[in-house]
């Protein structure tokens, strides 16, 4: 079974500050991560993925991410958050082609506010 | 470019009626997952087609129901409503055929269900 935690239900940084959201990942086998984001009232867009290539992976509008084994952690930031980064942000997980089970398992989600 | 494309985008039933939502993946893909987003909730996995055969199953009730077809959309129905069935539901596509970028999953906007 897999799952995703994301620490941080709610995350309140300043327009210009770095923006950090906690991943932590279990999976029995090599997992695949996801870090979608989601604006009122819209669909999911993938921010950035891990599939076993490059550990550190670079997303749209800025983001990257991390893949660290050793922490089982994926964590998403930005050095400057901007006004329009306002939204729910989802950790997730697949067990990707070598399990055929490519479903999605998400975290409950991280709310960020950007304050002027 | 094309996205996934979900009908209706909103749809209010009264319990123990039948909905139908509708699914059309982005060209060439050839798997299609359904997921429920329940209100302040993280998206729920529900089933996958690829191919038009059932890839994998969920959390998706037995009251619930779906198929893909030879055209690759798909259809959720969803029978004797009841007011919990209230959410927010997706569709996501994806090209299983493509090596690692078969781990990307495109959503649609959503389909929000009301159910009085």
């Known amino acids: 079974a897999q799952s995703v935690t994301q620490l941080g239900s709610h995350v309140s ?17 090599p997992p695949y991560l996801f870090w979608y984001v989601q604006y009122p009232n819209q669909g999911l867009q993938l921010l950035l993925k891990y ?5 550190l992976v670079k997303g749209i509008n800025g983001f990257e991410a991390e893949f660290k084994k ?16 306002a939204a729910e942000y989802f ?7 070598d399990t055929g089970r490519r479903a999605l398992t998400f975290g409950s989600g991280t709310r960020l506010q950007v304050q002027p | 470019a ?27 893909h050839d798997t299609v997952y359904w997921y429920q987003q329940g ?25 619930f129901s779906a198929q893909q ?20 539901y997706f569709c996501a596509s994806s ?13 649609g906007p959503g389909t929000r269900l009301l159910v009085l």
Not at chain 1, 14 to 28: D, H, K, Q, T
Not at chain 1, 51 to 55: K, R
Not at chain 2, 2 to 28: F, W
């Open chain 2, 69 to 88: 077809f030879s055209d690759y959309h798909s259809e959720l129905n969803m029978s004797s409503l009841e007011l919990g069935d209230s959410a927010l």
């Open chain 1, 13 to 29: 940084v300043s327009e210009g500050a770095l923006v950090l959201l906690r991943c932590n990942y279990s999976s029995s086998v």
């Open chain 2, 39 to 63: 209100p302040g909730q993280d998206p729920q996995f529900l089933i996958s087609f690829y191919e038009k055969m059932q890839s994998d199953k969920g959390s998706i009730p037995d009251r």
């Open chain 2, 95 to 107: 090209f299983t055929a493509g090596g690692p970028s078969a781990e990307t999953q495109y959503f």
């Open chain 1, 91 to 97: 950790c997730a997980v697949s067990g990707g082609r």
């Open chain 1, 51 to 55: 599939t076993s290539a490059a550990t």
């Open chain 2, 2 to 28: 094309a996205g996934v494309i979900q009908s209706p985008r909103h749809l209010i039933k009264e319990k123990r009626e039948t909905a139908t939502l509708k699914c059309y993946p982005i060209p060439r």
């Open chain 1, 70 to 85: 050793s922490e089982t952690s994926f964590h998403l930031t930005k050095p400057s958050a901007h006004m329009s980064d």
